[in-house]
């Protein structure tokens, strides 16, 4: 599913509710170039994988891990990176968003 609310396509992904908290959504762009997703692969900083990352996540409704607190919005605020899980929310993001197949698509 694409949303039109950007100046630009955007796909919606729904969270997992044991890892995000019940109907949490991450939406990216659509588009990403291939040496965006080398460059996030071989980046050598959480910092330098967070900056690439605000330019491609648009939105979200997410809770700080901690306090529960809803989340800054993502887009172009790499800080607010720093506030995910590490250990899960963070690698289900890179794998979900930027390494599998989107969820519209089926696998052959």
């Known amino acids: 599913m694409t949303e039109e609310k950007h100046n630009f396509p955007t796909r919606h992904f729904e969270c997992p509710e044991d890892l995000f908290g019940p109907a949490k959504y991450i939406v990216r762009k659509l588009r990403m170039k291939a040496r965006i997703s080398r ?9 330098e994988v967070f900056g690439l990352l605000a330019q491609y996540i648009v939105e979200w409704n997410l809770d700080d891990c901690e306090t529960g607190d809803p989340l800054a919005q993502p887009y172009q605020n790499a800080d607010v990176f720093d506030e995910l899980d590490i250990l899960e929310q963070f690698p289900w993001i890179i794998e979900k968003l930027f390494s599998g ?8």
């Open 101 to 108: 197949p989107p969820p519209s698509r089926r696998k052959r």
């Open 39 to 47: 460059k996030i692969r071989d980046a050598e900083s959480d910092q």
